[in-house]
C-alpha cells in the first residue's frame, strides 16, 4: 500500500514540475514576444510604447509594432507561411491601419518575386491547400498580376493530376475487392 502512495505522490509530483515548465516557457514566449515588440518600436524612432501611443495614435503604434513583426518574419524567412505568422499577412495588415503606408507598399512588392517561388515549391511539394492560401494571400496585395494567374493554372493542374490519381487509387482498390469477393 505505501508503494502505491509513493508511486502516485511521484506522479503527481511529475505534473505539478511539468505544469512549472510550461509557465514557464509560456512566460518566457509571452516576454521575448513583448521585448520584441517594444525593440521594433524603438529602431522606428519611438523611445516606448507610452510614447508611440502618444505622438501618433492607436493607428501609428499599431502600425510599428506590425512593422516589426513583419521584419521578424521576415528575418526568420517566414515570407508566406505558416498562416497567422508570416510578413505578408503583416505587411497587410499595416496596409489595413494605414492604406498608404510606404514601407508596407514597398515591402510587399519588393518581396512578391520570392513569395511567388515559395508558392510554387509548395505546389511542386504538393501542399495544395496551403498553396491556395499563399496564392490567396498574394491576391490581397496584387490581384491583377500575371505571375499569380500562372501559379493559379499550376494549382488548378495539380489539382486535377491528384484527382486523377485518386480516381485510379479508389478504381484499383475496387477491382481488389471485386477480385476478393469472386474468390471467395
Same mark, same amino acid.
Given at each position: 500500500?505505501?508503494? !502505491?502512495?509513493?508511486?502516485?505522490?511521484?506522479?503527481?509530483?511529475?505534473?505539478?514540475? !511539468?505544469?512549472?515548465?510550461?509557465?514557464?516557457?509560456?512566460?518566457?514566449?509571452?516576454?521575448?514576444?513583448?521585448?520584441?515588440?517594444?525593440?521594433?518600436?524603438?529602431?522606428?524612432?519611438?523611445?516606448?510604447?507610452?510614447? +508611440?501611443?502618444? !505622438?501618433?495614435?492607436?493607428?501609428?503604434?499599431?502600425?510599428?509594432?506590425?512593422?516589426?513583426?513583419?521584419?521578424?518574419?521576415?528575418?526568420?524567412?517566414?515570407?508566406?507561411?505558416?498562416?497567422?505568422?508570416?510578413?505578408?499577412?503583416?505587411?497587410?495588415?499595416?496596409?489595413?491601419?494605414?492604406?498608404?503606408? *510606404?514601407?508596407?507598399?514597398? +515591402?510587399? *512588392?519588393?518581396?512578391?518575386?520570392?513569395?511567388?517561388?515559395?508558392?510554387?515549391?509548395?505546389?511542386?511539394?504538393?501542399?495544395?491547400?496551403?498553396?491556395?492560401?499563399?496564392?490567396?494571400?498574394? *491576391?490581397?496585395?496584387?490581384?491583377?498580376?500575371?505571375?499569380?494567374?500562372?501559379?493559379?493554372?499550376?494549382?488548378?493542374?495539380?489539382?486535377?493530376?491528384?484527382?486523377?490519381?485518386?480516381?485510379?487509387?479508389?478504381?484499383?482498390?475496387?477491382?481488389?475487392? +471485386?477480385?476478393?469477393?469472386?474468390?471467395?
Amino acid at each position: 500500500m505505501f508503494r !502505491s502512495l509513493s508511486a502516485m505522490a511521484h506522479r503527481h509530483a511529475l505534473v505539478f514540475v !511539468s505544469m512549472c515548465l510550461l509557465m514557464l516557457l509560456a512566460g518566457g514566449v509571452f516576454w521575448y514576444s513583448h521585448a520584441t515588440a517594444e525593440a521594433s518600436m524603438i529602431d522606428a524612432g519611438t523611445t516606448s510604447p507610452a510614447v +508611440a501611443a502618444t !505622438s501618433g495614435g492607436d493607428a501609428q503604434s499599431g502600425s510599428q509594432i506590425l512593422l516589426g513583426l513583419a521584419r521578424d518574419a521576415m528575418h526568420d524567412g517566414r515570407l508566406v507561411a505558416p498562416a497567422g505568422s508570416n510578413a505578408y499577412e503583416f505587411y497587410l495588415s499595416v496596409l489595413q491601419l494605414e492604406p498608404h503606408n *510606404r514601407t508596407a507598399q514597398e +515591402a510587399l *512588392r519588393e518581396s512578391f518575386p520570392r513569395a511567388s517561388e515559395e508558392i510554387e515549391r509548395t505546389i511542386n511539394h504538393n501542399d495544395l491547400d496551403e498553396a491556395r492560401r499563399e496564392i490567396d494571400l498574394l *491576391r490581397e496585395f496584387d490581384s491583377n498580376n500575371f505571375t499569380l494567374a500562372l501559379l493559379g493554372g499550376k494549382l488548378s493542374a495539380a489539382r486535377n493530376i491528384e484527382t486523377r490519381q485518386h480516381e485510379a487509387e479508389a478504381a484499383r482498390i475496387q477491382q481488389a475487392q +471485386a477480385g476478393h469477393a469472386s474468390g471467395a
